[in-house]
Each structure stands twice: as structure tokens, then as C-alpha cells.
Nanobody
Framework: QVQLVESGGGLVQTGGSLRVSCAASGRISSINAMGWHRQAPGKQRELVAS????????IYADAVKGRFTISRDNAKNTVYLQMNSLKPEDTAVYYCSARRSVHFDAWGQGTQVTVSS
């Protein structure tokens, strides 16, 4: 099993920045990519960014390209999401996720990010 624990998040004004972190534990070797998803009220959960555990190749949703940066520290088994130039539409619960085969199938408990206008 894989356990994911998020930290960070909170309330920020439009244009501000936040960083969320995710510490992974358990069967780390089974993970081939880490990601951040988000879910806003009344909307489906969507992938925001992901990064492979080998090679560190990032992928971003179009809505966050140029504003968000995903990074990883393999020594700490931690993945980060730096969010800059935040917009009210970025308001959501952000979930850390891990991919062990084809799909992201391990999830953290989520952390709230709220951007005020």
C-alpha cells in the first residue's frame, strides 16, 4: 500500500502564491508517477499536474501551464506543487495522487485551496 499525506494550502488573494506538499510512504517502489488533482464544488476531479518518478517528466493541464510547477524530492519521497498567479477558478480541494500502473489509484486526504477575488 501507499500512503499520501498533503500539507500546505489555505487562503490566498488573486495573484498570490501557495505551495502544497505531499509525502509518500509505504510501497514507494511501486509508484511510477506522482500527481496533483483538484476538485471544485460541483465539478469532476481533474488532473492538474504530474511528474514521473524516473526522469522527472512533468505534464500540466492547459489551465495551469506557466503558473504551476510540480517538482519532486526523491530523497524525501515528497512531491510539491508551486502555484503562482492564482485565480479564483483555482479554488478547489487539491489531492495528491500516485500512479502504480496505468491510472492514478492512490490518493491523499486532500487540502483546500481558496483564492479570493
Amino acid at each position: 500500500q501507499v500512503q499520501l499525506v498533503e500539507s500546505g494550502g489555505g487562503l490566498v488573494q488573486t495573484g498570490g502564491s501557495l505551495r502544497v506538499s505531499c509525502a509518500a510512504s509505504g510501497r514507494i517502489s511501486s509508484i511510477n508517477a506522482m500527481g496533483w488533482h483538484r476538485q471544485a464544488p460541483g465539478k469532476q476531479r481533474e488532473l492538474v499536474a504530474s511528474i514521473t518518478t524516473t526522469g522527472g517528466i512533468p505534464i500540466y493541464a492547459d489551465a495551469v501551464k506557466g503558473r504551476f510547477t510540480i517538482s519532486r524530492d526523491n530523497a524525501k519521497n515528497t512531491v510539491y506543487l508551486q502555484m503562482n498567479s492564482l485565480k479564483p477558478e483555482d479554488t478547489a480541494v487539491y489531492y495528491c495522487s500516485a500512479r502504480r500502473s496505468v491510472h492514478f489509484d492512490a490518493w491523499g486526504q486532500g487540502t483546500q485551496v481558496t483564492v479570493s477575488s
